[in-house]
């Protein structure tokens, strides 16, 4: 058996959405930016695409959801336009964002203070999420944007943002929220909350790579990062991607559809393993798991380095990860584990295990079982010791550091 448990890197593209996009690889390619039938006989599957993602987060009529390349264009989007809208040709100077973001965030801010911009990192509490009373005490008359994660990739604990969302309104600040890890797995209502912009990506919710989207409220001005065609009304050029773009629209519906019952459905496995693998000593999960989305799960394991794990996992066959994929072959410690306040040694022992609706409890058992049995061996303890037991001092666990 092999069992992929590494959700929030990547997701098996969902076959419905394979059978939807294979006809515009072969069949109906015309360049849906031509006059004649091989490029008009595509508008009605992207209308389609658009239809299912504004009924996935709810989007109103008059907003705008623009496909992108992926989420990483999408934020470097909000991100640099907002940087030459208010701040190059505005009277701003200030970007709000926090230390656990993504990197295609906290890179794209490293940039933009290189280029003069001032730039606040928030810190986390010890849930690893910031809470909107901070956000709050640092927006100045200068600040431009506040840009918060919807979930945390590492963690999934959710982020508190209606209350910021409202901090924002009232301060009149654009408020953008880098959602991959929410859309798909959380209900994700554009309308319950105050938001300018979010960023989605396909291949986090069973559609393809390579394709995202921005969703941006009211239409207002975002000035392009992309330049070119002026195709999807100027917004963003470049001859749209039409099997990815239906791919995505399809993965939206299926993702969002019952989206209740799928959460519980995964909650259940994901609640089920934690529990199991609590059952070892000196182990704990971070952030409460009532607030994290329903297939993540980060463990820590005193004494044993993450990286061991992870290849003692990959040996039976199990796709984890210690934390951001982009951040996992580089051997460094876990980035939230750090911004929680755990110490260098602690947060190597991370170990994120992200389920998916495709998890079966056949899975959950076999990795259960693998993951017992790696930690006895790696602690240096006989595999044939069968239970596990509780050390003395050693509580088991689930709380913040
Ligand atoms: C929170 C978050 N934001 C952005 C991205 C980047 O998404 P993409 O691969 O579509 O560029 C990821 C992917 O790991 C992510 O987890």
């Given at each position: 058996?092999?069992?992929?448990?590494?959700?929030?890197?990547?997701?098996?593209?969902?076959?419905?959405?394979?059978?939807?996009?294979?006809?515009?690889?072969?069949?109906k390619y015309g360049n849906p930016n031509s006059i004649h039938k091989f490029?008009?006989?595509?508008?009605?599957?992207?209308?389609?695409?658009?239809?299912?993602?504004?009924?996935?987060?709810?989007?109103?009529?008059?907003?705008?959801?623009?496909?992108?390349?992926c989420a990483t264009e999408s934020n470097n989007w909000v991100l640099q336009s907002t940087w030459v809208d208010q701040?190059?040709?505005?009277?701003?100077?200030?970007?709000?964002?926090?230390?656990?973001?993504?990197?295609?965030?906290?890179?794209?801010?490293?940039?933009?203070?290189?280029?003069?911009?001032?730039?606040?990192?928030?810190p986390v509490n010890d849930q690893g999420i910031v809470e909107a009373h901070t956000v709050k005490s640092f927006i100045t008359d200068k600040t431009a944007l506040v840009s918060v994660m919807w979930?945390?990739?590492?963690?999934?604990?959710?982020?508190?943002?209606?209350?910021?969302?409202?901090?924002?309104?009232?301060?009149?600040?654009?408020?953008?929220?880098?959602?991959?890890?929410?859309?798909?797995?959380?209900?994700?209502d554009v309308q319950d909350v105050h938001i300018d912009f979010i960023s989605m990506s396909a291949h986090k919710f069973h559609g393809p790579k390579g394709v995202g989207a921005l969703y941006i409220k009211d239409s207002q001005k975002l000035s392009p990062l992309m330049h070119g065609g002026e195709q999807m009304n100027g917004r963003r050029s470049g001859t749209l991607n039409v099997p990815f773009i239906?791919?995505?629209?399809?993965?939206?519906?299926?993702?969002?559809?019952?989206?209740?019952?799928?959460?519980a459905s995964m909650r259940a496995k994901r609640d089920r393993l934690e529990d199991a693998l609590l059952e070892l000593s000196d182990t704990f999960t971070i952030g409460e798991r009532d607030n994290r989305t329903p297939n993540t799960l980060?463990?820590?394991?005193?004494?044993?380095?993450?990286?061991?794990?992870?290849?003692?996992?990959?040996?039976?066959?199990i796709g984890a990860s210690t934390g951001s994929a982009c951040a996992s072959e580089d051997l460094e410690a876990n980035s939230v584990m750090l911004a929680i306040g755990a110490d260098h040694e602690l947060a190597h022992t991370g170990i994120r295990l992200s389920?998916?609706?495709?998890?079966?409890?056949?899975?959950?058992?076999?990795?259960?079982?693998?993951?017992?049995?790696?930690?006895?061996?790696l602690r240096g303890i006989?595999?044939?010791?069968?239970?596990?037991?509780?050390?003395?001092?050693?509580?088991?666990?689930e709380c913040a550091i």
């Open positions: 058996m092999q069992v992929y448990m590494d959700n929030n890197a990547t997701t098996m593209v969902d076959p419905q959405v394979v059978e939807a996009m294979l006809p515009y690889f072969s069949e490029g008009t006989g595509s508008h009605p599957a992207i209308a389609k695409a658009i239809d299912q993602m504004y009924a996935g987060i709810n989007a109103a009529d008059n907003d705008d959801i623009i496909f992108t390349s701040i190059l040709n505005g009277d701003k100077n200030h970007i709000v964002t926090t230390e656990v973001e993504h990197p295609s965030v906290l890179s794209t801010c490293k940039f933009l203070e290189d280029q003069g911009v001032k730039v606040t990192y928030l979930a945390s990739n590492e963690t999934g604990m959710i982020f508190p943002i209606k209350e910021i969302g409202e901090i924002c309104k009232e301060k009149g600040v654009l408020f953008h929220s880098d959602a991959v890890q929410a859309v798909g797995k959380i209900p994700v239906v791919g995505m629209g399809e993965a939206m519906e299926l993702a969002t559809k019952n989206i209740e019952s799928k959460m980060l463990i820590s394991i005193r004494g044993v380095e993450g990286e061991g794990m992870l290849w003692d996992l990959n040996n039976g066959l389920l998916s609706r495709f998890t079966t409890d056949e899975e959950v058992g076999y990795v259960i079982d693998h993951f017992k049995a790696a930690v006895l061996r006989s595999s044939s010791y069968a239970k596990v037991q509780p050390t003395p001092g050693g509580e088991a666990t």
